[in-house]
């Protein structure tokens, strides 16, 4: 697993791909780009505004109800 982030761009990239594995197409949710292999495995995700995203994500795993539920977009 390889991840890069993009500090100017705010995206954060993570790359699940073996060698060779190539990209038949892309599905964006929100601020998720997934890429799939033609067997359909999730090779490549983007994270745009990685920043408020992984932010929100730390709130959900900190807070005490427990809420396993990750929004992006304003704070």
Known sequence: MKLRYDKDDDILTIDQG???????????VGSVIA???PDGRAILLEIL?????????????????????VESGEP
């Open 18 to 28: 073996a060698p060779g594995d190539t990209i038949e197409y892309a599905e964006e």
């Open 35 to 37: 890429h799939f292999a």
């Open 49 to 69: 505004d990685a920043s408020q995203f992984l932010a929100a994500a730390n709130r959900a795993i900190a807070s005490p109800t427990g809420s396993n539920t």
